[in-house]
């Protein structure tokens, strides 16, 4: 089975609501991109528009490697359309409410799954029979391409700076390099080094972190069921169970925990031990500005609108959309384990 062979292979369509209002501050617009990342887009809009960025907001990230159409908000942005080599701009109308991360109903995704193989298709065939709901793990993009975030993560949380620099020093590109330039000139200021990484970069690594807690927690579950499969991602190999299974919110581990199921509790507490980590330790008082909050996330998820189409022995098409916060390659692995 091959994902993301190339762009137009994973088509995504953000679903979201937008209140029109003419005399609205903030201007809307459909940003459709292939094959190019989200910063890398907006970067191409402020140079185009010469705007600063901080006043572009987004309400969901999408994948690099695939052709995306998503919803932004400018502050006082122009009123027209823009359009380059890998990205379209259409405005849409104004509002007055800035987009914010999480602002949409969800998404509608196009996969094209290739090479597949003929017992790939047996599994996909008695997969689709039995699963009803999918275990709504964090899938690969969550962790980066260098595959350790939540490790930089788990040293950030831990207080382990010197150690989160080294993994971050490793690293040859922008902004990585700033944290090696600034201990090059202050070798002992390792938390000094960490601040010339932008705020959201920092809290990207804990966050990752806390989806890699999230998914050790849940797969906690479904070991307990009698029947289980297991497929694997970058970070190694994860299991969905072949039975019914009870729905359970599990908490996003943070300073603000907050769980009444004592099942659930005894799970993330068995974790957290094993991991040398209390609630306490997500607000650090080193550097304040990683405090990190909490949150919950249900164990499993349905997809809707369901379909696929055989393009040829070895190429299906999978047709369906996914609430807000769900991964769609999570959906594909499990239905070819």
């Not at 094209?112 to 709504?136: A, G, M, P």
């Not at 807690?213 to 969905?240: D, I």
């Not at 696929?308 to 190429?315: C, F, L, M, S, V």
Request: glycine share 6%; proline share 3%; hydrophobic share 35%.
């Amino acid at each position: 089975m091959q994902l993301k062979s190339k762009p137009d292979d994973f088509i995504v369509e953000e679903l979201s609501t937008l209140n029109f209002i003419p005399e609205g501050k903030f201007s809307y617009y459909k940003l459709k991109k292939t094959n190019v990342e989200i910063n890398a887009a907006l970067q191409q809009i402020v140079s185009h528009w010469k705007i600063n960025q901080k006043y572009i907001n987004i309400a969901g990230n999408k994948d690099k490697t695939a052709v995306t159409t998503q919803y932004i908000s400018i502050s006082q942005g122009p009123k027209e359309n823009m359009k380059s080599q890998n990205l379209e701009l259409l405005f849409l109308g104004s509002g007055k409410q800035q987009l914010q991360l999480g602002m949409l109903d969800g998404n509608r995704f196009a996969i094209t799954v290739r090479e597949i193989t003929e017992k790939e298709k047996q599994y996909f065939l008695k997969n689709l029979q039995h699963i009803s709901l999918f275990v709504n793990y964090y899938d690969d993009q969550r962790f980066g391409n260098n595959k350790n975030n939540h490790i930089i993560g788990r040293h950030l949380v831990r207080k382990e700076f010197k150690e989160a620099c080294a993994l971050i020093c490793a690293v040859s590109y922008y902004p990585h390099i700033l944290v090696q330039k600034y201990l090059n000139r202050n070798p002992t200021d390792v938390i000094g080094a960490l601040r010339t990484l932008p705020k959201k970069l920092l809290l990207l690594f804990v966050h990752a972190y806390q989806s890699w807690l999230w998914n050790e927690c849940a797969q906690q579950f479904v070991l307990s069921q009698k029947k289980h499969k297991t497929f694997t991602y970058n970070l190694g190999n994860l299991c969905f169970s072949t039975v019914t299974m009870k729905q359970r919110t599990i908490p996003i581990i943070g300073f603000d925990i907050e769980c009444d199921d004592y099942g659930v509790t005894a799970v993330v507490q068995k974790i957290m031990k094993q991991e040398k980590i209390t609630s306490r330790d997500f607000l650090p008082k080193q550097m304040p500005e990683l405090l990190t909050a909490g949150g919950k996330r249900d164990l499993l998820i349905s997809c809707s609108d369901f379909s696929y189409e055989e393009i040829d022995k070895e190429t299906l098409i999978l047709h369906f959309a996914l609430g807000k916060g769900s991964y769609a390659t999570m959906i594909v692995k499990q239905l070819f384990a």
